[in-house]
């Protein structure tokens, strides 16, 4: 299984707003690099999407269930932050290894209020290195398996 690292609900807000310096302390403690993959969930207006970003294949990518348009910014974003941290770590970031992806072929909102489950969906799929292949009619049960498994302790 991939080594994992989720980043919290505030985490893009700020990076977006105040710059990766401001966040040096929130990885104060966590070297990112030991990780395969990043998840960082992400919130715009109105609706969420999954951002990722793979130290394996040298990718950073943003799954959006409603297929609206990529964030650029987002990409600049992400780069910076794995600059920085780089700088941090005594690393070197080489900015044209990394690729951007905007994946198309996967499972689609169709509705105004499944974002932050198909965003959960999106990185349990990933997590484990595979792609999602649940669909919209597939959130019922979705809602149950993480609803349980909260009861079991599991997350």
Aim: aromatic share 16%; charged share 25%; proline share 5%.
């Amino acid at each position: 299984m991939p080594k994992v690292l989720c980043m919290n609900t505030f985490f893009y807000k700020k990076l977006s707003t105040c710059g990766a310096k401001w966040l040096a302390k929130w990885t104060k403690k966590i070297n990112i690099f030991e990780y395969d993959k990043i998840f960082i969930p992400v919130h715009l207006p109105g609706h969420w999407v999954l951002g990722v970003v793979d130290f394996g294949s040298k990718v950073i990518s943003y799954w959006d269930s409603m297929k609206s348009s990529a964030n650029c910014a987002f990409y600049e974003n992400l780069r910076s932050f794995l600059k920085e941290e780089s700088v941090k770590r005594g690393r070197t970031f080489l900015e044209e290894q990394w690729l951007d992806q905007y994946p198309q072929d996967i499972p689609k909102q169709d509705n105004a209020y499944d974002c932050g489950m198909f965003v959960c969906m999106f990185a349990e799929f990933l997590s484990r290195g595979d792609l999602p292949t649940f669909k919209q009619d597939d959130m019922p049960s979705m809602r149950r398996k993480v609803h349980d498994q909260i009861l079991q302790g599991f997350i």
